[in-house]
Nanobody, 126 residues
Framework: QVQLVESGGGLVQAGDSLRLSCAAS????????MGWFRQAPGKEREFVAG????????YYVDSVKGRCTISRDNSKNTMYLQMNSLKPEDTAVYYC???????????????????WGQGAQVTVSS
């Protein structure tokens, strides 16, 4: 079982950048494919980006392609989401998630992920 803790959220202005981190503990981090999701008020949780266990494959929702970069450092048990050119519509609670042994990396279905962090608020003002 892995525990996940997000950090790096905050209040920024449109056009700014922000980097979210997801620190993992309790299990071998490289055994898990990872993903970032977000949930805005009144909306369903939405896939943002995913990354394979080695970090060699990445996946993005169209709305963040070219603006966001997902990465991981297995030696530090940490995953990152670098977000640039932020827009007000990026405002949401951002969650990191981990998929275990049977998980196929890049899945956009939140129900397929096994473990979740508590979330980090990102607010982008116009």
């Amino acid at each position: 079982q892995v525990q996940l803790v997000e950090s790096g959220g905050g209040l920024v202005q449109a056009g700014d950048s922000l980097r979210l981190s997801c620190a993992a503990s309790g299990s071998t981090f490289s055994n898990y494919a990872m993903g970032w999701f977000r949930q805005a008020p009144g909306k369903e949780r939405e896939f943002v980006a995913g990354i394979s266990r080695s970090g060699g494959r990445t996946y993005y929702v169209d709305s963040v392609k070219g603006r966001c970069t997902i990465s991981r450092d297995n030696s530090k048990n940490t995953m990152y989401l670098q977000m640039n050119s932020l827009k007000p519509e990026d405002t949401a609670v951002y969650y990191c998630a981990a998929g275990g042994a049977a998980f196929v990396s890049g899945s956009r279905n939140a129900n397929r992920y096994d473990y979740w962090g508590q979330g980090a608020q990102v607010t982008v003002s116009s």
